[in-house]
């Protein structure tokens, strides 16, 4: 401690793009900050090698108070060209330029605990070393909420996993594979195994695939494009300017804010991934009501009584925020923190009703819209943040 002072004014935990981003508004804000958290640890191990973004181009900028770290820069600077969609280990490589470029002292370990202190929060590093933050920003994603369905929960890691558990689709090589979901993920994991020479079906609840990106040439109508789309690249026409305004979604009543997030993100593909599952046997409009251990096979029975019989299920079933499952958030903590649906509610400032402690990314979404599950709503995040802590020590 310093006098009777916390050692540091705000300490972020997470670096990937929303803690990076937070860390470089806060830092030009004069606003000390510590950041902790393995740079873009969750796209580099937690997404499948030759994975492409969703978003377009302009909603993967990650945000900086300068806009000077963009896409467009990091390609200038390396004079090298990215194409479009953006390969996921391009993305992974920008991250860590933005990284260098603004953020250089990005602590690696990871935070074990946060305890509430009279003049802030005990944080505690896995290696031991604890200290006291005024406030605390959690910046640390979607990693911990993995939604597996209820029949596989008992099924052993080899036959059944979450799609987030792989970074290299490859180690299907030689089995037969079930994905189940009908989002980006599910389609796009389905499209690499196929290309492997893999043998894999896709099994939806869905009856029907929504496509997005079908019709580019809506975005290039000028005025009409703009007043219709806005940059951010969340929601069809129309809504994506509505949840592009976090401030204007959270005035709506709670039944249209909900039903608005769900059409803005419900499962969808992209558009350019249909040729390439083409071959894939798809089979919508059907649950898996039952599965079990085979052998060294998994058999899937599904709600009209058709049976599979395969070597792996890979769900790719979303996840489900529930602050309760960060495992750095203690008991004593998490009962104090007013939540719905298991996201913190939050004020302006993204703060929670724990005085201090604020979260940016999909946490966030409840209270501010679907923006804040995308790189795009960074911007935003750390905008509010610099805003809230400016005014707190009297900046404003
Ligand atoms: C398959 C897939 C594809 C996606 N594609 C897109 C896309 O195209 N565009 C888009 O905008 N979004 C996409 N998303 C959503 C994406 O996850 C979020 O946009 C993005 O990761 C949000 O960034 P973040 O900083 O909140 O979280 P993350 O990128 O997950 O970063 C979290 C950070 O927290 C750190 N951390 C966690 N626990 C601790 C701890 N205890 N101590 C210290 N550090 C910790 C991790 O090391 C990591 O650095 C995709 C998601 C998935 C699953």
Not at 123 to 134: H, K, N, P, T, Y
Not at 286 to 315: F, I, T, W, Y
């Amino acid at each position: 401690m310093r006098g009777n002072e916390p050692d540091c004014n705000v300490t972020i935990i997470g670096a990937g793009p929303y803690g990076l981003s937070a860390a470089a508004f806060l830092r030009a804000a004069n606003v000390e900050a510590r950041i902790f958290g393995e740079p873009m640890v969750f796209w580099e191990r937690h997404m499948p090698v030759g994975m492409c973004l969703r978003s377009n181009w302009a909603a993967s900028h990650i945000a900086d108070p300068g806009r000077a770290l963009t896409l467009d820069a990091y390609c200038r600077e390396n004079g090298n060209h990215v194409p479009k969609p953006i390969p996921l280990a391009r993305f992974v490589a920008y991250g860590h330029w933005f990284q260098r470029k603004s953020v250089q002292d990005v602590d690696s370990r990871q935070v074990r605990t946060i305890e509430i202190d009279t003049r802030g929060f005990k944080v505690i590093l896995a290696d031991g070393e604890q200290f006291l933050s005024r406030r605390v920003v959690v910046a640390t994603g979607i990693g911990a909420f993995a939604a597996r369905p209820a029949e596989f929960v008992t099924i052993p890691a080899e036959l059944a996993s979450h799609s987030s558990e792989h970074s290299d689709l490859r180690e299907f090589k030689g089995r037969q594979v079930i994905v189940i979901g009908a989002g980006q993920s599910a389609l796009e994991s389905a499209a690499l195994l196929k290309e492997y020479g893999i043998a894999v079906e896709v099994i939806a609840r869905e009856k029907v695939i929504n496509w997005v990106g079908l019709h580019p040439q809506l975005h290039h109508l000028g005025i009409i494009s703009r007043m219709l789309y806005s940059t951010r690249d969340v929601g069809p026409a129309g809504i994506s300017r509505l949840v592009a305004m976090p401030h204007l979604f959270r005035k709506f009543p709670r039944a249209l804010q909900d039903r608005t997030a769900y059409r803005a993100i419900r499962p969808a593909g992209a558009g350019w991934l249909q040729p390439r599952l083409t071959g894939v046997p798809i089979t919508l409009g059907r649950k898996v009501v039952s599965a079990n251990v085979a052998g060294s096979q998994l058999r899937l029975r599904l709600d009209d009584g058709q049976e599979r019989l395969v070597d792996h299920a890979l769900l790719a079933t979303g996840f489900r925020v529930d602050v309760s499952r960060y495992p750095f958030l203690p008991e004593s903590l998490t009962n104090r923190l007013k939540t719905t649906n298991g996201f913190p509610v939050l004020k302006p400032g993204l703060e929670s009703s724990i005085p201090g402690l604020h979260f940016v990314g999909k946490c966030a979404a409840w209270s501010f819209g679907p923006l804040l599950g995308f790189v795009s709503g960074a911007e935003f995040a750390s905008t509010e943040l610099v805003r809230a802590i400016n005014r707190s020590i009297g900046k404003n």
